[in-house]
């Protein structure tokens, strides 16, 4: 009965590679969201998607491309990954601009 | 542009004391406020929100915050501490015209002493 559920739970992968971190949520909602949070746990915004349409598009390399193949998922994918993209990864669903519901979040490791 | 402070990065309090998270916004149209807990290796949870009315808000697990628009602050309290409520807490706003977009504030970490 998972509410938003992400996998995978732990990433680990070498400069370069290209990798995804799928999400899914079972909760209704009109809106997805993808969150970083850095090694000091401060958490910034990346993307919003509201019924399988890009609303909100932070400051993010375009290395990172969010995919909506419905409104249930939201999943993201990093091309040519870096040092600097290591950090836990959260998605984040919620209605009609209403409270956000997180996920367990990915552990991204780049070495 | 919205903005969040958390005065504070670490708070050790002991159990059965007061619990008291700082927070203070920016925002030049009226906020929505969030406190999110965060337990180790864990997503985020809602403790609570403000959106509209009673500027007195109650939470899960014992905690409350107050929505002060003089001071644009929104501190989180806990009456007493439990060992249960180590964990880092953020303070999050957004607005109605800000697509939902949450900003939230650095973190608190909160650890209670036997």
């Known amino acids: 009965d998972t509410a938003v559920s992400q996998t995978p739970k732990y990433l680990v992968t070498q400069m370069g590679n290209d990798k995804s971190i799928k999400c899914e949520q079972n909760l209704g909602h009109d809106t997805m969201y993808w969150y970083k949070q850095d090694s000091k746990k401060f958490l910034k915004i990346m993307f919003s998607y509201n019924n399988k349409e890009l609303i909100i598009n932070e400051t993010v390399p375009n290395r990172f491309s969010p995919k909506s193949p419905d409104k249930a998922h939201l999943n993201l994918h990093i091309n040519s990954l870096e040092l600097g993209d290591s950090a836990v990864y959260f998605c984040a669903s919620s209605q009609e601009g209403r409270v956000q519901f997180f996920g367990p979040g990915t552990r991204l490791t780049v070495l | 542009a919205q903005s969040v402070t958390q005065l504070g990065s670490h708070v050790s309090v002991s159990e059965g004391a007061l619990v008291l998270l700082r927070c203070n916004y920016s925002s030049s149209v009226p906020p929505y406020l969030f406190w999110y807990v965060q337990y180790p290796n864990q997503g985020l949870q809602l403790l609570l929100k403000?959106?509209?009315?009673?500027?007195l808000v109650k939470g899960i697990n014992g905690f409350e915050a107050e929505f002060k628009k003089s001071e644009t602050s929104f501190h989180l309290t806990k009456p007493s501490a439990h060992m249960s409520d180590a964990a880092e807490y953020f303070c999050?706003?957004?607005?109605?015209?800000?697509?939902?977009?949450?900003?939230f504030g650095g973190g608190t970490r909160v650890l209670v002493k036997p």
């Open positions: 403000y959106t509209t009315g009673a500027t």
């Open positions: 999050a706003v957004t607005h109605k015209a800000a697509g939902n977009k949450l900003t």
